[in-house]
């Protein structure tokens, strides 16, 4: 069973809004950085948001920054990454990613090989 299970993911128009949803299981997430990362079909996984175990230090790429939101609720131990005014370029599997940093730690890994645990991935497309 993997300890990530990403879900969400679907077909939006352009301008739409989805939220995808990282459920965690078989450890606490406030000791884990979460972050969020896509790879479009040909292109290269880019990292998309990361927010640190103490919930309260995010990053955001430039591409989705004011668009995505990424948020965690510890009693679920859930992570999720709202979506807005979503574009085609949008389009690409979402993998959420974890890396233990520390009880309640403000460190936030933005590089895909500072983690070390992965989920599946979910399809995201956005298209008319």
Same mark, same amino acid.
């Not at 979503?86 to 949008?90: A, G, I, R, S, V």
């Not at 690409?92 to 990613?97: D, E, G, P, Q, T």
């Given at each position: 069973?993997s300890?990530l299970?990403?879900?969400?993911?679907?077909?939006?128009?352009?301008?739409?809004?989805l939220?995808?949803?990282?459920?965690v299981?078989?450890f606490?997430?406030?000791?884990?950085?979460i972050?969020?990362?896509? /790879?479009?079909?040909?292109k290269?996984r %880019?990292?998309?948001?990361?927010i =640190?175990?103490s919930?309260?230090? $995010?990053? #955001?790429?430039?591409?989705?920054?004011?668009?995505?939101?990424?948020?965690?609720?510890?009693?679920?131990?859930?992570?999720?990454? /709202?979506?807005?005014s979503?574009?085609? %370029?949008?389009t690409?599997?979402? =993998?959420?990613?974890a890396?233990? $940093?520390? #009880?309640?730690?403000t460190?936030i890994?933005k590089g895909?090989h500072d983690y070390t645990?992965?989920g599946?991935?979910?399809?995201?497309?956005?298209s008319?």
């Open positions: 069973q300890q299970v990403e879900s969400g993911g679907g077909l939006v128009q352009p301008g739409g809004s939220r995808l949803s990282c459920k299981s078989e606490t997430l406030t000791y884990y950085a972050g969020w990362f896509r /790879q479009a079909p040909g290269e %880019e990292g998309v948001s990361c =640190s175990s919930g309260d230090n $995010t990053y #955001y790429s430039d591409s989705v920054k004011g668009r995505f939101t990424i948020s965690r609720d510890n009693a679920r131990n859930t992570v999720y990454l /709202q979506m807005n979503l574009k085609p %370029e949008d690409a599997v979402y =993998s959420c990613a890396l233990r $940093t520390g #009880y309640y730690n460190r890994p895909e645990t992965w599946q991935g979910t399809q995201v497309t956005v008319s």
